[in-house]
């Protein structure tokens, strides 16, 4: 029997391209002589739809598609997913559905057991879970079909009470197939590996796992589907980051004595991985919402710079226009550094003083400034002047501004509410500033694209004379090394201070990040590169006291 | 056996707070001659603690705080909610438990078996639900004890497969006591009090119910403990919007024939009753903060007239500062309105002309803008100069800016971002534009407080000559009823199209909603008082096609 598997680029709730993907797919297959074709979990709306799912015209639109798609399936067949009603009395009103379309028609269907509620997560919030399995019957073989997470209760060890697998291992499966939609994080593919591969081994049957491809909003899906033999030998992994369909001979993947691919992370392909994630999620969130056009501000330092790239990469240099806003405390090498980068990559790019702006606001506001010191104030309206004439060329032209914010910045809340933390999507906001640095030497590594004065600078933010980032915040090693222990080891504060970090330092980062929730509220979406985003994920009181996990 | 029920006003993780609220109140009922005092849900911590509960140094404080109020609890007995350690290998981590603390130490548990996912609840992403039920003996009685909405699946009419009053009343118990946290919208109270009565109705049986008080970032929970006789009839009901304890005698609640209380919502309370809330949830949210003052922009119009005084209710007159921003589109009469109202309230205010920064913005844009013509671009920098004006007050006084959009203009995109929707907190971002009136009604209902002039003018934003509100939008009759129907009470187009609007403004209002959602991800956090918020409990995807519900 010969299967393929395909990852096709969708759109949440735009039905007539998802289908015309699918269909598109299923004709391919079957040129290709396969006898089913296997699709993504809710490949039928894409994922996540989110609160589009209390919608019941969205749903009845789904099944409409289900029908549409099924009517398409006569030589080859289709495992496709949608979400369904659910006919029972009790319990949620839907069920995350997976369909299995033959001769035209549906001829079986399974749904999805355990659902994820946690971090990105919010799955109970729409569907009942499934309690019982039943293997599917198709062309002399049974296939255990499951959804995503029913497979991730491995041995039972997990956060729910059944196990899918087992259930379904009763009935004596062939093979086992499992459609996902499992959210890209740097170090999150060797994980989804390990437990395909884990359930390939631990049941003694060829795996095959479709996983969705695509940026949605916050969420990136890296695709990189995968075909596991009975040992749990990788046999083949699918390209990351771009569409794919291929074809599968079933007993040559259970005889399979095929070059075994190893599941290990690249050893230095940290920052290289997060750059194509992020052009990726770029490039998506622009197409899907129909822009074309980026502007974003050029200051010199690494993070607009960073920014500048990944949007060139994503956008292409005729869409992508750079902003320079020199102030008063801007240096010299600063516009020169930034002005080097754009013309290195041929995007257009504008001088605008800002100081004539903020020399007006000042005057305005001096009556009630009288007598008091110049401090944080007068620096925020630099920025936000900035963000006005920014956002005034947005409006004018239609560009979307980007925000050039990184995960370390945004964290301990050393950014302008309205100023700096503008911008309608965030690619840098779930990017350590070391790790901006790395992606800046990936871009660098064939010739030198970021001038060396940008990086080799100490961070400044420029908005009084001689400011560095270290004035305020600790050398950003160990402000990274502790936030990450923090935000995605999900450490305390004793525990970080006993991994090697002085105790007050430590005190005082939480306290940073604790007291600036408020701040990120109303942030851009971030793009989600980390196990732990300051976004899509993590859910802050604003006004509770976070005295007790500080002071622990 | 004596009763009491307390419903203090707990702050979010502030322990020592929380606790010495607790210890007063048992040691004010062991005075009034209590055997049992009771707490509302999770009331150790605070409620909603959101991810905090994933803090395990959070999870042993609450814990600890359970033992110190156990150690208090010598003459009267306790029930108090704290989150737990789940033991169980699989599962959740965690459990929503309520203790009986007698004789100094926790004589009993309950762990809460429905876990609301849905709206504004997100509890299954961090509470494992228990699936066995049993009553408590106390003193000879035995209390069936449930948590919130685990007396909401009514004869199993709802969306759980379980219903745990029908599990305890196999035990037989002598009375029913439920703790809960269940948020404030205008019309849920009475939703609230009926499923009580008809618990209390069907097990023929006294409930107690305490639920929370206070305003917790958006949710804001009223109080409204009730207590109910066993044939359902309410036999007492707790003020709204104010901490109380009161003391009840068991046998007379029984047999009581006292006066019961209507379970009715006031002919013409709506307005009246958003007003209490949102003035406490304004002042919770500067008290638990930590903040003290606010400073917003007065236009003359209706929303911020009717914020300032919300503010000033919730704040103090010396607390406020209203700055008046004429640019130049503004009316005269609009300044002089601005001022009446400030003057009436005692309020400070200063004027600051924005035309000078604007007048400095175009001509820093106006090498690019040249050949274009004036529009929207040019409105938003007027919006926006303001803003910048108003932070940088806000970040020299420390006056926390309060936004003042209605949820009418939040639903459309009728602001500007980073303009006019900047802020801390947005008390009226859930009242439409016709309620904003009606609560101008109920502040000028003995006394002109806002000038007639006010009220009674065309709205606009007067960002260009002659401008109206109505030039771009339906009245705000249509509109409301349009959004009320399609966020609320989750109507599609067809449908609202049938219940008598016109099919093509029908359409252009939810094209508004959906092609606006970017923009509202950005909002402050809204004071949520109706059954569906732009806000919390409600995620929609950016990037998504929304053609579908649209064009249905």
């Given at each position: 029997m010969r299967i393929a598997l395909a990852q096709p680029n969708y759109h949440v709730g735009n039905f007539k391209y998802n289908t015309?993907?699918?269909?598109?797919?299923i004709q391919d297959a079957e040129k290709k002589g396969a006898e089913l074709i296997v699709f993504p979990e809710l490949s039928v709306c894409g994922y996540p739809p989110r609160d589009l799912l209390f919608s019941d015209v969205f749903i009845r639109e789904c099944l409409r598609q289900v029908e549409k798609i099924a009517e398409a399936c006569r030589g080859v067949a289709a495992i496709v997913g949608s979400p369904t009603f659910n006919p029972e009395q009790n319990g949620k009103s839907l069920r995350n559905t997976a369909f299995l379309l033959q001769n035209g028609r549906i001829q079986a269907t399974y749904h999805k057991g355990l659902m994820p509620t946690y971090d990105v997560f919010n799955e109970y919030r729409y569907f009942e879970p499934a309690d019982t399995f039943h293997t599917i019957p198709f062309k002399g073989r049974r296939i255990g079909l499951t959804v995503c997470e029913d497979i991730w209760n491995l041995q039972n060890?997990?956060?729910?009470?059944?196990?899918?697998?087992?259930?379904?291992?009763?009935?004596?499966?062939?093979?086992?197939?499992?459609?996902?939609?499992?959210?890209?994080?740097?170090?999150?593919?060797p994980n989804r590996l390990r437990?395909?591969?884990?359930?390939?081994?631990?049941?003694?049957?060829?795996?095959?796992?479709?996983?969705?491809?695509?940026?949605?909003?916050?969420?990136?899906?890296?695709?990189?589907?995968?075909?596991?033999?009975?040992?749990?030998?990788?046999?083949?992994?699918?390209?990351?980051?771009?569409?794919?369909?291929?074809?599968?001979?079933?007993?040559?993947?259970?005889?399979?004595?095929?070059?075994?691919?190893?599941?290990v992370p690249e050893n230095d392909g940290k920052c290289r991985l997060m750059m194509d994630a992020l052009v990726m999620g770029v490039r998506d969130y622009f197409?899907?919402?129909?822009?074309?056009?980026?502007?974003?501000?050029?200051?010199?330092?690494?993070?607009?710079?960073?920014?500048?790239?990944?949007?060139?990469?994503?956008?292409?240099?005729?869409?992508?226009?750079?902003?320079?806003?020199?102030?008063?405390?801007?240096?010299?090498?600063?516009?020169?550094?930034?002005?080097?980068?754009?013309?290195?990559?041929?995007?257009?790019?504008?001088?605008?003083?800002?100081?004539?702006?903020?020399?007006?606001?000042?005057?305005?506001?001096?009556?009630?400034?009288?007598?008091?010191?110049?401090?944080?104030?007068?620096?925020?309206?630099?920025?936000?002047?900035?963000a006005v004439i920014l956002m005034g060329l947005s409006n004018k032209f239609g560009h979307l501004l980007l925000n050039t914010s990184n995960k370390s910045e945004a964290a301990v809340g050393y950014g302008t509410l309205y100023g700096d933390m503008c911008g309608g999507l965030s690619p840098l906001g779930d990017v350590y500033k070391t790790d901006v640095y790395g992606m800046a030497k990936v871009i660098n590594s064939q010739q030198e694209i970021i001038p060396e004065n940008t990086i080799s600078k100490p961070p400044s933010?420029?908005?009084?004379?001689?400011?560095?980032?270290?004035?305020?915040?600790?050398?950003?090693?160990?402000?990274?090394?502790?936030?990450?222990?923090?935000?995605?080891?999900?450490?305390?504060?004793?525990?970080?201070?006993?991994?090697?970090?002085?105790?007050?330092?430590?005190?005082?980062?939480?306290?940073?990040?604790?007291?600036?929730?408020?701040?990120?509220?109303?942030?851009?979406?971030?793009?989600?590169?980390?196990?732990?985003?300051?976004?899509?994920?993590?859910?802050?009181?604003?006004?509770?006291?976070?005295?007790?996990?500080?002071n622990c």
């Open positions: 015309a993907l699918t269909l598109r797919a060890q997990g956060m729910y009470s059944v196990n899918p697998p087992d259930e379904l291992f009763r009935e004596n499966p062939d093979l086992l197939i499992n459609i996902s939609a499992s959210p890209f994080a740097w170090n999150h593919g437990v395909l591969s884990e359930n390939a081994r631990l049941y003694k049957l060829p795996l095959f796992n479709v996983n969705l491809l695509g940026g949605q909003t916050d969420l990136i899906f890296e695709g990189g589907s995968a075909v596991f033999n009975p040992q749990g030998k990788m046999m083949d992994l699918f390209p990351s980051f771009e569409e794919a369909l291929r074809v599968y001979d079933l007993d040559e993947v259970i005889n399979g004595r095929g070059k075994e691919i190893p599941i197409r899907k919402t129909g822009l074309k056009q980026v502007i974003l501000g050029l200051s010199g330092g690494i993070d607009s710079a960073v920014s500048l790239v990944v949007a060139e990469k994503a956008l292409g240099k005729e869409n992508v226009w750079a902003v320079l806003l020199p102030g008063p405390h801007s240096s010299d090498h600063s516009v020169d550094d930034a002005v080097a980068l754009a013309e290195n990559l041929g995007v257009r790019y504008d001088i605008i003083s800002i100081n004539d702006t903020v020399s007006s606001l000042e005057k305005s506001l001096s009556p009630l400034f009288k007598g008091k010191e110049p401090g944080v104030a007068e620096e925020n309206l630099q920025a936000r002047a900035r933010a420029e908005l009084r004379p001689d400011q560095k980032d270290s004035d305020s915040l600790p050398e950003y090693d160990v402000l990274d090394d502790i936030l990450c222990k923090f935000l995605e080891e999900n450490m305390d504060a004793a525990s970080i201070e006993e991994s090697g970090h002085d105790s007050a330092t430590v005190r005082k980062v939480l306290r940073l990040v604790t007291g600036s929730e408020h701040k990120r509220r109303q942030s851009p979406p971030v793009l989600r590169v980390t196990a732990k985003c300051l976004g899509a994920g993590r859910e802050m009181p604003l006004e509770a006291s976070y005295e007790a996990i500080i």
